[in-house]
């Protein structure tokens, strides 16, 4: 099992590294990276929350 961080996701998905946390909140982590203490996710989990996020749509609050 591939294991990534946070920040290895955002640089990946060229994102910031707040929408790499908000877009994982919903994965849960399997554990800690022994080195910076930062949240590991399994990568197929994390693609699949990525991949689950809706893009970016027409405003549905505009009205003619």
Do not use: F, H, N
């Not at 790499?20 to 203490?37: F, Q, Y």
Request: glycine fraction near 10%; proline fraction near 3%; charged fraction near 30%.
């Amino acid at each position: 099992m591939r294991t990534v961080t946070a920040r290895q996701c955002a640089d990946a998905w060229g994102i910031s590294y707040g929408r790499a946390r908000a877009v994982l909140a919903k994965v849960e982590p399997i554990g800690r990276d022994l080195a910076t203490g930062a949240k590991l996710y399994d990568r197929e989990a994390t693609e699949a929350a990525r991949a689950a996020m809706p893009g970016q749509g027409a405003r549905s609050d505009l009205s003619r």
